[in-house]
């Protein structure tokens, strides 16, 4: 949804609403990533379809690789009905994929990390699934996830992330990539285009 440099505002919210240690920040960047992530949908519905090959029909947050409790995007009140607002047509199906014992990690993505329930099995198998994360570093968890959604049977996996990590200082080809680019808009910019409708790379770490 848009490029995340570090530091930044971006980076505080998406780190806030999961990890900070009060209560009431917490529930204030929640609606933030509520409000960015249903803004973005709805202006971008039509990108996220031709990427998945049709209107999607299933959404859920990629499941944390280190929480019990689940992805952290599955906690945030509301986001559920504004994501099937936004996105006609879909199901939010947050329990479709479960964590595994197989490692994932920085730059090691692994079809193994994850796993459709067998129970749920039939309700992935030719599919349009869409994949919400709240962070993109180098793609490891997102790309497990939906790799493991594919092999369960998914006809198509869209990975939509709130935020794209670059780190400028420590990554030269990120700092370079964000010097060429146009100024980034604004938060609050849900309408200007997204890299469905301008293809455009960012380096990966």
């Known amino acids: 949804m848009w490029l995340c440099p570090l530091p930044g505002p971006l980076y505080t919210v998406l780190m806030g609403y999961k990890e900070s240690p009060i209560d009431e920040a917490r529930d204030r960047f929640c609606v933030i990533v509520r409000s960015l992530s249903a803004g973005f ?22 499941p944390s690789s280190l929480r019990p409790s689940g ?6 009140d509301g986001l559920a009905a504004h994501v099937e607002s936004a996105l006609p047509g879909t199901r939010w199906s947050p329990r479709l994929l479960a964590r595994t014992g197989g490692a994932v990690g920085h730059m090691r993505p692994s079809a193994r990390a994850f796993a459709v329930p067998p129970d749920l099995r039939a309700d992935v198998v030719g599919r349009r699934v869409v994949l919400l994360d709240d962070t993109y570093v180098s793609g490891s968890r997102a790309q497990s996830a939906a790799a493991s959604l594919r092999h369960a049977g998914a006809a198509s996996v869209v990975i939509v992330v709130l935020g794209r990590v670059l780190r400028p200082d420590r990554v030269p080809a990120h700092a370079d990539f964000l010097r060429e680019l146009r100024p980034a808009a604004a938060l609050d910019d849900v309408a200007g285009p997204c890299v469905r409708c301008v293809q455009t790379t960012a380096p990966t770490e």
């Open 41 to 62: 949908l709805h202006a971008h519905a039509d990108c996220v379809s031709a990427a998945a090959g049709a209107p999607p029909e299933i959404v859920l947050p990629v």
């Open 71 to 76: 992805a952290p995007l599955g906690r945030v």
